[in-house]
């Protein structure tokens, strides 16, 4: 399974944008989708969870309310919209797939039971 992320780039506080991550392979609509980031000097960290159908998605207390993640499986492709935006959200956005799982667990919050990531798009969020 190959993942590719994209749809960063830079962004005004309060701006939106959507990632996008495609994937290859034909089960990816059995597949626990996730995305994380890694701002610089921090670890990486969890934003968001889908289950296979999209029926079922989990986020980090730090985007909820703003973030929303959602996934096309006839695309092969799983997104994340981001709005209001601020400062702190700029990091690397990371992609990443459980082809294990239909659905996600409170491992898959820690980053944990993924087994394939993408190479990530950074999002930078200018004050």
């Known amino acids: 399974v190959q993942l590719q992320a994209s749809g960063g780039g830079l962004v005004q506080a309060g701006g939106s944008v959507k990632l996008s991550c495609a994937a290859s392979g034909r089960a990816f609509s059995s597949y626990v989708m996730g995305w994380f980031r890694q701002a610089p000097g921090k670890e990486r960290e ?46 690397v956005y990371y992609c990443a797939a459980d082809s294990r799982q239909r659905y996600y667990t409170p491992s898959h919050y ?7 990531w993408g190479q990530g798009t950074l999002v930078t969020v200018s004050s």
């Open 110 to 116: 820690r980053g944990a039971g993924y087994n394939y």
């Open 46 to 91: 969890f934003v968001a969870t889908i289950n296979w159908s999209g029926g079922s998605t989990g986020y980090a207390d730090s985007v909820k309310g703003r973030f929303s993640i959602s996934r096309d499986n006839a695309k092969n492709t799983v997104y994340l919209q981001m709005n209001s935006l601020k400062p702190e959200d700029t990091a």
